[in-house]
């Protein structure tokens, strides 16, 4: 897809992945509309251009509201990147109810909605894209993180189902998964915290910058996946290969085993 003159909407945009995808798309030649929590976040990531709508996603006020002021304003919404997301450290057979809930709200759920909203406007107009920003750990449970994997594989599975339902009408679903990436990510979670062997992978992290790339590269050639770095495709291999071995090596990290 050519993104110069493409409205792209972005969730989660005051920060990180976000953010770097606001500058991404906007260097491409997007209008862009960002919404996130911090308006002054917005503000800085989108420049004085920008469309910035802050407010909490899991509020269906909140959303209804980020996508009719992009109506009004773009008149169109081309490419939807759901970016937003919280991680969850902690057992799943521990975890309070209330954390897991919310965790799949503002993973899950808020990109669904989101997507009932975009999407009419989309097929009104036979075209339009998707992106759903998930993670390596929808691809590899992680146990350290076992909800939030969940989360993670919910979204991809959904945007693969996405996609066949709408394929007679020009619209495509790309599913993102980040490995670990330089964010403020481990500070703004849920509840709990990563393993002390998972904070020394942060050596191997890649930028927001790197990620964005990857991101709007993977829009321009219509991509269905899309693995950043691309040697992620390399434990996706071995788990698929080699499911017992590495289930025991992440036990050992996560200290169950």
Not at 103 to 114: D, G, I, S
Not at 127 to 132: D, E, K, L, P, T
């Amino acid at each position: 897809m050519k993104i110069e003159g493409k409205v792209v909407l972005i969730t989660g945009a005051s920060q990180g992945i976000g953010a770097a995808c606001a500058a991404e798309f906007a260097r491409a030649g997007a209008r862009l509309s960002l919404t996130a929590r911090s308006e002054t976040g917005l503000r800085i990531a989108g420049g004085p251009h920008a469309l910035v709508t802050a407010g909490d996603l899991t509020s269906g006020e909140v959303r209804r509201r980020v996508v009719d002021r992009t109506i009004e304003r773009y008149g169109a919404i081309d490419i939807l990147v759901n970016n937003a997301g919280a991680g969850l450290y902690g057992p799943s057979w521990s975890v309070p109810m209330e954390q897991a809930r919310a965790l799949m709200e503002l993973n899950f759920f808020a990109p669904l909605a989101l997507a009932q909203l975009a999407v009419p406007h989309m097929r009104a107009r036979s075209s339009g894209m998707i992106v759903n920003v998930g993670s390596i750990a929808g691809k590899m449970t992680l146990p350290w993180m076992t909800l939030y994997s969940v989360s993670k594989y919910a979204l991809g599975s959904w945007t693969e189902g996405l996609r066949m339902e709408l394929a007679r009408d020009g619209i495509r679903t790309m599913i993102v998964c980040p490995g670990y990436v330089q964010t403020a990510f481990q500070k703004n979670v849920i509840a709990g915290h990563s393993p002390e062997k998972v904070q020394q992978a942060r050596s191997f992290a890649i930028r927001p910058e790197e990620c964005a790339a990857a991101i709007r590269r993977g829009v321009e050639r219509n991509a269905r996946t899309v693995v950043t770095p691309a040697a992620g495709w390399v434990l996706i291999a071995l788990i698929r290969l080699f499911p017992g071995i590495v289930e025991s090596r992440m036990a050992h990290i996560n200290g169950t085993a």
